[in-house]
């Protein structure tokens, strides 16, 4: 009643157990190399499908599929300590890699689509790419938002972005797939170039939201006492984080 009269919250925030921080972080490792896994495949057979029907946006998408795999292997060294304390030590480096291979998507995929544009060579119609494209867009949603899911609760802003990057490879596949139909049904090249200069654009900000979102995520040990206004969410983000968003 005190506290209420002086206008002060108090919430408690203990997170997660230790025995809980264990079992989410072998959770994102598996997720990780289930990750890895796919996007090796998916980065072979793009490029391949890609040089064969000089499909830019094939090759394009595998290129993508190279720098998720970056993107998830930095996250699998992040979480292949044991130690909570190491893998938060990590937790910079690891942000850092993401918010790289964010930009490094953006560059690709946004010179590529002004090739496109500009006229540097039409591809041919492509079933593997289609069928590839059509099965990324159903497996990669579930594998971002698992991961989503145990990063917000472990409070790892790398697990988080990290799932972000496999969500972007969602917008691409739906990106690509349009492309690749369009173009095989009715002609309209110009359409794949077009969305991915939105994907290039989105990519930059899920880049720079990364950088500046270092860390902002992550649990430090449960407090020893109720804390006063921390107003925190189930990730442990601040007011005005959006790195768990």
């Keep these: 009643m005190a506290s209420e ?14 025995a809980r921080r ?11 190399a289930a990750t890895i896994s796919y996007n090796v495949v998916e980065a072979v057979v793009a490029i391949t499908a890609g040089t064969l029907a000089s499909s830019t946006a094939l090759i394009g998408f595998g290129l993508d599929s ?5 993107s998830a292997a930095a996250v699998a060294w992040q979480f292949s300590a044991r130690e909570h304390a190491v893998r938060e030590a990590r937790e910079k480096t690891t942000l850092r890699i ?6 490094a998507l953006a ?5 590529d689509a002004v090739r496109a544009l500009a006229g540097t060579g039409e591809a041919e119609r492509s079933v593997p790419g289609i069928v590839l494209a059509a099965l990324s867009l159903a497996v990669m949603p579930f594998l971002s938002a698992a991961q989503r899911r145990a990063g917000r609760e472990l409070g790892s802003a790398s697990a988080v972005a990290d ?15 349009a492309g690749l139909v369009l173009n095989a049904t009715l002609g309209w090249s110009w359409t794949d170039p077009v969305a991915a200069l939105a994907i290039a654009a989105i990519a930059v900000k899920e880049g720079r939201d990364t950088w500046r979102g270092e860390g902002c995520c992550a649990q430090a040990a449960p407090p020893a006492t109720p804390s006063v206004n921390t107003e925190t969410d189930t990730c442990g983000c601040r007011p005005g984080c959006d790195c768990c968003s």
Aim: charged share 10%; with cysteine.
């Design 98 to 103: 993401i918010a790289f291979s964010f930009f």
């Design 5 to 18: 009269a002086f206008g002060t919250s108090i919430s408690v925030s203990l997170g997660p157990s230790p």
């Design 22 to 32: 264990d079992g989410l972080a072998r959770r994102i490792r598996l997720l990780v």
């Design 66 to 70: 190279v720098i998720e795999v970056s």
């Design 163 to 177: 799932s972000k990057q496999t969500l972007l490879c969602t917008y691409l596949s739906a990106v690509l797939l």
């Design 107 to 111: 560059a690709y995929v946004g010179v």
